[in-house]
């Protein structure tokens, strides 16, 4: 099974997601009950994966609103933190994508079956979801802030940046998932460092978000849509195009339809 994967956030914000689980051609049908059980487990460990990330990395924003101590390196520390510890969590049970722009690239990549990424996207986004929900529920009152993306500045800036620092992310995404010369059992090191240093250049510029579950959430939890469609499409595009990019450059013995192995398997 492949293994990592990250995420991104609001004004300093991070959702990775990363490398794949050992997957069926995507054309094979898969009925079983052992393989609906299976599936089962990967869409669970998705749903706790993806909670805790947006759990963890918009509450570190709040903290830094409120108290003024974590600063932009501390926040994006904490995402990049909460990223690697879920890829060595649960990489080698679902892949860890927690991020529908990585589910969609590794299956544009014939690297994960299409049957399964509604599953998979809807139980990310759902995960943001509670997670934000959580936060507004124990953080309310004068502790109630928006933890979701707006553009900072204009919005075709905003979008330039998300597909540049998702482009970077999932390249390295698809480099240690998927490529048995790559990291190994440091996949989750350099995924989630890639997440703080996305983080801590461009959250000034465009909320680093790198994750469409991860913007999505917040956003209906606190009733505010103004650009979300970038951090929707930003890094949808910006992931599909780095997994093509790092593709290109495998090796003639590596086909493109090899299936992704777990980064902690290498």
């Known amino acids: ?21 050992d997957t069926k051609d995507s054309t094979t049908p898969s009925s079983s009950p052992f393989t609906r059980l299976i599936f089962s487990q990967k869409l669970i460990a998705e749903l706790i994966a993806t909670y805790f990330l947006v759990f963890a990395g918009c509450g570190a924003i709040t903290v830094d609103i409120d108290k003024k101590n974590l600063g932009q390196p ?20 679902s892949g860890a994508h927690i991020n529908p722009a990585v589910t969609i690239a590794f299956a544009s990549c014939k690297r994960f079956p299409w049957k399964e990424v509604p599953g998979y996207v809807i139980t990310q986004i759902l995960a943001s979801i509670l997670a934000s929900g959580t936060l507004r529920l124990i953080l309310s009152g004068e502790h109630d802030h928006f933890v979701g993306n707006a553009p900072p500045r204009s919005d075709l800036q905003s979008l330039v940046v998300e597909i540049i620092i998702t482009f970077y992310l999932m390249f390295v995404i698809t480099a240690v998932a998927t490529d048995d010369r790559a ?5 989750g090191v350099a995924i989630g460092s890639t997440v703080v240093l996305n983080v801590m250049f461009a959250g000034p510029i465009s909320g680093a978000s790198m994750n469409p579950a991860r913007s999505i959430g917040p956003a209906l939890m606190w009733n505010r849509y103004n650009g979300l469609w970038i951090y929707i499409f930003g890094p949808m595009i910006g992931a599909v195009g780095g997994a093509w990019a790092y593709n ?3 090796f003639t013995d590596k086909p493109l339809n090899e299936k992704t192995k777990g980064a902690s398997q290498q």
């Open 183 to 187: 990291t190994g059992q440091l996949a």
């Open 1 to 21: 099974m492949a293994t990592p994967e990250v995420s991104m956030e609001h004004h300093h914000g991070v959702t990775l997601s990363i490398a794949k689980d």
């Open 248 to 250: 290109t450059l495998r």
């Open 74 to 93: 501390g926040v994006a520390i904490v995402w990049g933190s909460a990223v690697m510890v879920m890829i060595y969590a649960v990489g080698h049970v």
